[in-house]
């Protein structure tokens, strides 16, 4: 197969394509660099030894998609591009849904007008809300709480009309939980610029020494240390997990949900004693107050998933730090 991958050079994406390549699948990424490096396309091919196709442009170029999923013979498309910081969404919800909502429908238009049918879309556990119960199961009720998650859901729903509308589509939205870790070789890994907003790469940088201290946001929630507990995935298993939805899509049409997840949920000390394990020191924290927004606990129940698409995420949150470390060590 050749798969376009949006968003082809960012951090879930470019670990995904070295699972396609190695899986014998041909890759286009697609990329407008805007949060990621050019520099990945290299180490994609340093790690597979198969050079994957670049092409730098921005989704909402329907015209450009187009042309790209037709000049590589593109037959199905992994949808990752798109604009992820909660808190700047909030700031900014113009350019979300610019991005993330119209670059979408863009994407759709160039696929339609290509022939090609076949979407796995990057969607996220925030789609969940605020937990009725847990673990989180696909019924479980929707509605997100800030405008990226309302950008997720408004795709999500864009997709099933779509789906409904014309029974050859075939897509996967994938809810992912919270993706962790790098690739084995050290050689691509989460980048985010400034300060990082999710738990995992502000740790690495106390770490490395370029933050003082990890701020642990709340010590008072209904969780068995009192801090925030999350379902954390390995980005290698996340890759894998696209994988099989596509291979899933094989033979199903329609549209379909998923969660990926591991079913474990870690707290923030969890992860931060997993991470000093890793690194061999001691990490400075302070007690902050809860940040606005989070709930106290979240994770998946993955059962859909291995049943439905043979999948189950099996690194262990030791191996989620190890490889973050050697990634974040190794820059
Ligand atoms: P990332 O920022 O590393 O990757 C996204 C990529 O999309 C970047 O390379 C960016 O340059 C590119 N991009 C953004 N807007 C674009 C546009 N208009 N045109 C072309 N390229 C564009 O983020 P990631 O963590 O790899 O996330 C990938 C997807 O997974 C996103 O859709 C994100 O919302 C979703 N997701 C991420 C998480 C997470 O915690 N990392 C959790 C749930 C869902
Ligand atoms: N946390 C801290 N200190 C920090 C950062 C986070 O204590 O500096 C805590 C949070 O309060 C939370 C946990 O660590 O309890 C995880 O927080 P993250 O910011 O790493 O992740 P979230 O669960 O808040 O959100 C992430 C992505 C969302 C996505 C969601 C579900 O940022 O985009 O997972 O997939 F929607």
């Not at 660099?33 to 989704?59: H, M, W, Y």
């Not at 998923?258 to 923030?268: D, E, I, P």
Request: with cysteine.
């Amino acid at each position: 197969m050749t798969i376009l991958l949006t968003g082809g050079t960012g951090y879930i994406a470019s670990h995904t394509a070295v699972t396609l390549l190695e899986a014998g699948h041909q890759v286009v990424l697609f990329d407008n660099l805007c949060n990621s490096q050019r520099d990945v396309v290299a180490r994609i091919e340093q790690i597979t030894g198969k050079a994957p196709v670049f092409v730098e442009g921005d989704i909402r170029d329907t015209q450009l998609l187009r042309t790209t999923l037709d000049q590589h013979g593109c037959d199905s498309v992994i949808h990752f591009a798109g604009l992820k910081a909660v808190g700047e969404s909030v700031a900014k919800p113009i350019l979300y849904y610019a991005n993330n909502v119209q670059g979408t429908i863009s994407l759709l238009q160039a696929m339609e007008a290509a022939g090609t049918r076949t979407l796995v879309f990057s969607s996220s556990a925030t789609v969940y809300g605020e937990p009725k119960y847990l673990p989180f199961d696909e019924s479980h009720p929707t509605g997100a709480t800030n405008p990226y998650g309302r950008t997720k859901l408004h795709i999500e729903e864009m997709l099933k009309d779509v789906c409904a509308s014309d029974s050859s589509w075939r897509v996967s939205c994938l809810r992912y939980f919270n993706p962790v870790g790098a690739h084995p070789s050290g050689l691509i890994g989460e980048d985010p610029q400034g300060i990082p907003n999710n738990l995992m790469p502000f740790v690495a940088k106390v770490a490395t020494g370029e933050l003082e201290a990890i701020g642990i946001f709340g010590s008072d929630y209904p969780t068995a240390d009192g801090t925030g507990v999350r379902d954390y995935i390995h980005v290698m298993d996340l890759a894998e997990g696209h994988l099989a939805g596509l291979r899933f899509l094989r033979d199903h049409t329609g549209w379909h949900a998923f969660n990926l997840g591991t079913g474990q949920g870690y707290s923030v000390l969890d992860l931060v004693a997993a991470f000093e394990r890793a690194c061999g020191k001691q990490l400075q924290r302070k007690m902050l107050p809860r940040r606005p927004g989070d709930i106290a606990s979240s994770y998946a129940n993955s059962a859909k998933a291995e049943s439905e698409l043979g999948w189950r995420g099996t690194r262990s949150l030791d191996d989620m730090c190890q490889s973050t470390w050697k990634w974040q060590s190794s820059k």
